[in-house]
């Protein structure tokens, strides 16, 4: 596990959102502005999600969202909360797939 996914997962256990533990996790290295979407406001999307579409926006990875969100799409079902909720998995899943998948671009720069 990397620094980026053990903080967030860290960061999700100290009762943060998912996304700010996604956020916060990358921020600390990548200088964001610390504008932190928050969790369901575009079309109920899961918070890791978007905080990782953020940051992949200020980091100039534009042209990865959408293969990012397939992704997540492919391993979880789904990419809306409400039905994430029903889902196997936790949000800390989410919020350490998130930040793995965002190592795995940022680290290729």
Known sequence: MGEHEKRARELKSQGNNCSVSVYK???EDKRLDGNIPEPRS???KCGA???AIKILQET???DKIEEF???FIEK???NKCRD??????RCSDYVGECT???DEILDNE
């Not at 994430?84 to 998995?89: G, I, Q, R, S």
């Open 60 to 62: 100039g990875h534009e």
């Open 84 to 89: 994430l909720m029903t889902h196997e998995a």
């Open 100 to 102: 793995k998948m965002l």
């Open 49 to 51: 999600l978007l905080s």
């Open 42 to 44: 575009i079309e109920g």
């Open 69 to 71: 969100e397939k992704k």
């Open 76 to 78: 979880f079902g789904y």
């Open 25 to 27: 996790a990358i921020a």
